[in-house]
Each structure stands twice: as C-alpha cells, then as structure tokens.
C-alpha cells in the first residue's frame, strides 16, 4: 500500500535557524498530489504547501518543499524559524484528482525556542 | 480558512453506548472524508462520499461504524457500540470534485471520550 514516512517525531529549532522536516514516500498512484498539513494546538488540520510537479519549487509562508520523484522525497524547510511555526507538521500524499483518501504521515512535532 | 463545521466539539459515552457526530462541508464541495485521529496524533482513514454515494470505507468503519451524506443534510459518522480504542478526535473533511489538487479542507474536530 501507500505509505508516508517522517522519520523525526519531534524537532526543536532555535528562532532564527533553518528548520528541515524529512518526507519520504511509497505509492502505486500513477498521479499523486503532494501536502503539508500544519496542525496548531486544539484546531484543525490545515495545508501549508501543495504540489504535484516534480523538481519544482513550492513556497507558501516561508516554508518551501520541492517533490523529487527520483528520491521519492518532499521535504519542508524554512530558513530562519519563527516561535509562531510551532506545531504539528504532517506530510501527506493523495491520488492527484482526489477522490481517493489522504495518507498521511506519523507527523513532526516542531518546537521553536527563544 | 475552512468552513467545515462539527459538531459537537465533545462528546463522552459510556462502552457499549451509542455516538453519533455530524459534519457540514463547505458550500459546493460533494466529497467528504471521516478520517480519526489518535491520541498519537496518526490519522485513520475511515471513509468518504461523493455527494450520497460512498468511495471507499475501511473494514472497522462497515461492521462498527455507520456513516451518510443525505441530501439537504448534515453528514453524519455514528459509532453504533462505543469501545474505548475509539476515544480519538474525528475529523471531517470536504473538496470540491474534480478539482486538480486534491486539498481537502478539515473541520475542528469531534473529540470522542469513550469511559
């Protein structure tokens, strides 16, 4: 089956330093639809970035992501976190017309300290 | 901002009781998911429609779990004998059909306490 995997369950950043949050994939989706869900505290899942183009850029609120289809990756990075990025970060996967359901994966919990 | 609404927020059964929960999708999106949420954080895929029809559901969600989408009326996610593994945040979500990213947008949540 398909499968997303975010190998850091917790990540602590200093404000003003570069966040990397790690995605990696399985699928058998011919056409496959990429995300970042932020999940701030008690409210609801909300996508962060998008994307379905491989080795192209992806840029929303200082995040950014690139999917490679060739190392089968989609990795988040921010280059100065802020303390108001804290919160859950889940990677997630969907066939690309999205009938089909969201696999998400384990989620990073990221804590950025003064 | 989404504009999925749950309700209700909280809900707390006894084992064995019944628990149903209700979702609203935004306006003009005919495909709703159900997805539950651990207390790990990791999301369970449970079901989802198309407008009344259902997609897909998993195994749990046809002997446990009800779930429908009527026309004119708020969808709906019922648990017919509470266990307490199913204490959990059930989540809700809605897209439009057709779309060509396959964003969904998500509800607050119905968090489920099962004593």
């Known amino acids: 089956g398909d499968s997303v995997t975010q190998t850091e369950g917790l990540v602590t950043v200093t404000e003003g330093l570069p966040v990397k949050l790690n995605c990696t994939y399985q699928?058998?989706?011919?056409?496959?639809?990429f995300f970042w869900y932020v999940q701030y505290l008690n409210e609801a899942p909300q996508v962060l970035l998008r994307?379905?183009?491989?080795?192209k850029r992806t840029e929303h609120q200082g995040f950014h992501a690139t999917l490679h289809k060739s190392s089968s990756s989609f990795h988040l990075q921010k280059s100065s976190a802020q303390l108001s990025d804290s919160a859950l970060y889940y990677c997630?996967?969907?066939?690309?017309?999205?009938?089909?359901?969201?696999?998400f994966g384990a989620g990073t919990k990221l804590t950025i300290k003064p | 901002n989404s504009k999925v609404i749950q309700t209700p927020r909280y809900l707390v059964k006894g084992q064995g009781q019944k628990a149903k929960m209700r979702c609203i999708p935004e306006?003009?999106?005919?495909?709703v998911f159900w997805y539950q949420q651990n207390k790990n954080n990791e999301f369970k895929f449970l079901i989802n429609?198309?407008?009344?029809?259902?997609?897909?559901q998993i195994d749990m969600t046809e002997k446990r779990f009800s779930a429908e989408c009527p026309s004119n009326s708020p969808c709906s996610l019922e648990i017919q004998s509470s266990e307490a593994g199913d204490s959990a945040l059930y989540l809700c979500?809605?897209?439009?059909?057709?779309?060509?990213?396959?964003?969904?947008?998500f509800g607050p949540g119905t968090r489920l306490t099962v004593l």
């Open positions: 429609f198309q407008n009344q029809e259902v997609l897909q």
């Open positions: 699928t058998t989706y011919l056409t496959i639809a």
């Open positions: 979500a809605s897209r439009t059909g057709g779309a060509h990213y396959a964003e969904q947008f």
């Open positions: 997630a996967l969907s066939d690309h017309y999205g009938n089909e359901k969201i696999t």
């Open positions: 994307s379905s183009t491989d080795n």
């Open positions: 306006k003009g999106h005919p495909v």
